[in-house]
């Protein structure tokens, strides 16, 4: 479904991804583990075209080239990302976040039906709906950034760290509610992650990053017992 | 009291034209923080297409007066011409720029000021020219004694109204949520597939157009217009939106009113010599004492 082919991204003289190519194919969960730095979030960004890629890059996505389409055009297309931070928007409330999500859809007669399928995988954000998004618990907030996410009816998802700054229990509930949401809506879903252990244990298939090149992959279940990613990733000595 | 009530309701029709001219300030700020210093001259746009408007409409009119109608419709005019200016400038002059420094755009807005002043007076003229007579000035309300005009009446509903529509579609429509959106968070806003682009002309149409009904109020109530009037009231208004808070909009209204009230009772009590330093000793204060202005405050996210 997304193919990344050879994509390089510069900032400035320094080359911050060094031409990794990523295929991740319908309904699966594929993921990208590295350390910190590794370009993980710089991938995605130019995936969604927040930030530039270099010449010679290649992003498909449904068999169509968006490596120069503008980040709101790839959104429509069904792409959409949930970044690392969550990016909440802190000024407006719950249901606000989430009509920016459905920002692009026209048929509004849906949203209630979409609500209520969100507020059945993540019943907090019900209780907070009419809450400034800023007032959330990171958690929360993480909730919110993924329902924002679905609320654009997207046929895959980018998540960049989900576990990123979440009490590890948390971490937990969100983690399966991502497998929920691959398995009930048969989402394409590419996460980001620092938590190796975690993504491989939810992930078909998996990408090792490291300092802008990709140095492994393979399977999830067969990274999870490579000796090196234990070692390198897994706090493993 | 009878002239502290004639002072106060002055000070709040001049204070709502300034309100109304801040809001473009702050709300263009929100979206791109930058100050837009061209922003007084398209209110002097606004004068300025009232007062052809006015020239190739009014004379229909038996009385001399145009109807309440026909003022309507010219103030919907110059608020249209004035947001094709903003949308043009924006896109011509602001968006190529969007990336370099922040200074870069600053200088490039003072430059469109000096443009639109000057190509004015190329224009239109320098000399001043009197604005037409919209609506005739019958003295309607006697408060304890105190006459308060029609046109001033009409200034504070209209920019009241206004105000209220802004505050509606900032608050209750999608493009006004998207643009708290963008506001916040450019990026996160264009990753929920929110054209950033359209929401940045969009707020420039609203905020110039809102200038352009100021210039039309503002003609209403002093007919005396020429191209480098939008200098003082753009300067003014600039310190209304940075007392209420630069980038929130109740607070861009709530300054227009303070510094409408305080300069017109300046003028009234003490001496008409101090009205403009007024506004420009508040800023002093602000920028000393309470830099985030009245209502803005420093947003504070969990993480």
Same mark, same amino acid.
């Given at each position: 479904?997304?193919?990344?082919?050879?994509?390089?991204?510069?900032?400035?003289?320094?080359?911050?991804?060094?031409?990794?190519?990523?295929?991740?194919?319908?309904?699966?969960?594929? %993921?990208?583990?590295?350390?910190?730095?590794?370009?993980?979030?710089?991938?995605?960004?130019?995936?969604?075209?927040?930030?530039?890629?270099?010449?010679?890059?290649?992003?498909?996505?449904?068999?169509?080239?968006? %490596?120069?389409?503008?980040?709101?055009?790839?959104? $429509?297309?069904?792409?959409?990302?949930?970044?690392?931070?969550?990016?909440?928007?802190?000024?407006? %409330?719950?249901?606000?976040?989430?009509?920016?999500?459905?920002?692009?859809?026209?048929?509004?007669?849906?949203?209630?039906?979409?609500?209520?399928?969100?507020?059945a995988i993540f019943p907090r954000l019900k209780e907070r709906i009419k809450q400034p998004g800023g007032t959330l618990s990171g958690g929360e907030q993480q909730m919110l950034a993924i329902s924002r996410a679905l609320m654009s009816k997207p046929k895959m998802l980018l998540l960049d760290e989900p576990s990123l700054g979440i009490a590890p229990l948390l971490t937990k509930t969100i983690f399966e509610k991502i497998v929920e949401i691959n398995k009930t809506l048969g989402m394409t879903i590419l996460l980001v992650e620092q938590n190796a252990n975690l993504a491989l244990s939810v992930a078909n298939y998996g990408y090792v990053l490291e300092t802008g090149r990709i140095i492994l992959e393979g399977p999830a279940k067969?990274?999870?017992?490579?000796?090196?990613?234990?070692?390198?990733?897994?706090? $493993?000595? | 009291?009878?002239?502290?009530?004639?002072?106060?309701?002055?000070?709040?029709?001049?204070?709502?034209?300034?309100?109304?001219?801040?809001?473009?300030?702050?709300?263009?700020?929100?979206?791109?923080?930058?100050?837009?210093?061209?922003?007084?001259?398209?209110?002097?746009?606004?004068?300025?297409?009232?007062?052809?408007?006015?020239?190739?409409?009014?004379?229909?009119?038996?009385?001399?007066?145009?109807?309440?109608?026909?003022?309507?419709?010219?103030?919907?005019?110059?608020?249209?011409?004035?947001?094709?200016?903003?949308?043009?400038?924006?896109?011509?002059?602001?968006?190529?720029?969007?990336?370099?420094?922040?200074?870069?755009?600053?200088?490039?807005?003072?430059?469109?000021?000096?443009?639109?002043?000057?190509?004015?007076?190329?224009?239109?003229?320098?000399?001043?020219?009197?604005?037409?007579?919209?609506?005739?000035?019958?003295?309607?309300?006697?408060?304890?004694?105190?006459?308060?005009?029609?046109?001033?009446?009409?200034?504070?509903?209209?920019?009241?109204?206004?105000?209220?529509?802004?505050?509606?579609?900032?608050?209750? %429509?999608?493009?006004?949520?998207?643009?708290?959106?963008?506001?916040?968070?450019?990026?996160?806003?264009?990753?929920?597939?929110?054209?950033?682009?359209?929401?940045?002309?969009?707020?420039?149409?609203?905020?110039?157009?809102?200038?352009?009904?100021?210039?039309?109020?503002?003609?209403?109530?002093?007919?005396?217009?020429?191209?480098?009037?939008?200098?003082?009231?753009?300067?003014?208004?600039?310190?209304?939106?940075?007392?209420?808070?630069?980038?929130?909009?109740?607070?861009?209204?709530?300054?227009?009113?303070?510094?409408?009230?305080?300069?017109?009772?300046?003028?009234?009590?003490?001496?008409?010599?101090?009205?403009?330093?007024?506004?420009?000793?508040?800023?002093?204060?602000?920028?000393?004492?309470?830099?985030?202005?009245?209502?803005?405050?420093? $947003?504070?996210?969990?993480?």
């Amino acid at each position: 479904m997304l193919k990344v082919e050879n994509l390089r991204v510069n900032y400035g003289a320094i080359n911050a991804i060094k031409g990794i190519s990523i295929d991740v194919p319908e309904k699966s969960i594929i %993921t990208l583990i590295g350390a910190n730095g590794a370009g993980k979030t710089t991938t995605l960004r130019a995936i969604s075209n927040i930030v530039k890629a270099a010449e010679g890059s290649k992003v498909l996505y449904d068999g169509k080239d968006i %490596t120069s389409l503008p980040a709101h055009k790839i959104v $429509e297309m069904g792409l959409c990302q949930v970044p690392e931070g969550r990016l909440i928007f802190a000024n407006l %409330t719950v249901k606000e976040n989430l009509d920016m999500g459905a920002y692009l859809r026209k048929d509004k007669e849906n949203f209630a039906k979409d609500l209520d399928f969100i507020f059945a995988i993540f019943p907090r954000l019900k209780e907070r709906i009419k809450q400034p998004g800023g007032t959330l618990s990171g958690g929360e907030q993480q909730m919110l950034a993924i329902s924002r996410a679905l609320m654009s009816k997207p046929k895959m998802l980018l998540l960049d760290e989900p576990s990123l700054g979440i009490a590890p229990l948390l971490t937990k509930t969100i983690f399966e509610k991502i497998v929920e949401i691959n398995k009930t809506l048969g989402m394409t879903i590419l996460l980001v992650e620092q938590n190796a252990n975690l993504a491989l244990s939810v992930a078909n298939y998996g990408y090792v990053l490291e300092t802008g090149r990709i140095i492994l992959e393979g399977p999830a279940k067969e990274l999870e017992s490579n000796p090196e990613v234990r070692k390198a990733y897994l706090g $493993e000595t | 009291m009878t002239e502290f009530i004639q002072q106060v309701f002055n000070g709040l029709s001049l204070g709502s034209i300034y309100a109304l001219i801040a809001l473009g300030y702050t709300m263009i700020y929100g979206i791109l923080r930058f100050i837009n210093f061209a922003h007084g001259d398209v209110f002097m746009i606004g004068a300025f297409s009232g007062y052809y408007l006015g020239i190739i409409f009014a004379f229909a009119s038996v009385s001399g007066f145009a109807s309440l109608g026909m003022a309507l419709l010219i103030m919907i005019g110059a608020m249209v011409i004035c947001g094709l200016l903003g949308f043009t400038v924006e896109k011509l002059v602001y968006k190529p720029l969007r990336k370099s420094p922040k200074l870069t755009i600053l200088i490039t807005a003072i430059g469109v000021s000096l443009f639109l002043e000057y190509g004015g007076q190329l224009v239109f003229g320098a000399d001043p020219k009197s604005f037409p007579s919209l609506l005739e000035n019958k003295p309607v309300v006697n408060l304890a004694g105190a006459v308060i005009g029609s046109n001033p009446l009409v200034v504070l509903v209209t920019a009241g109204i206004l105000m209220v529509g802004l505050r509606l579609i900032v608050m209750k %429509t999608k493009i006004g949520t998207a643009m708290r959106a963008v506001s916040y968070n450019p990026t996160a806003a264009s990753l929920m597939g929110i054209n950033i682009n359209a929401v940045i002309s969009f707020t420039f149409i609203i905020g110039s157009s809102l200038a352009g009904a100021a210039g039309i109020l503002y003609g209403l109530n002093y007919p005396s217009i020429d191209p480098l009037m939008g200098i003082l009231p753009g300067l003014k208004a600039f310190v209304a939106a940075v007392l209420g808070g630069i980038g929130n909009i109740p607070g861009a209204a709530l300054g227009g009113m303070i510094i409408g009230l305080l300069e017109t009772f300046v003028t009234g009590y003490i001496s008409p010599t101090y009205r403009d330093a007024i506004a420009f000793g508040i800023l002093i204060l602000i920028l000393l004492f309470k830099p985030t202005g009245l209502l803005g405050k420093k $947003e504070i996210e969990k993480v």
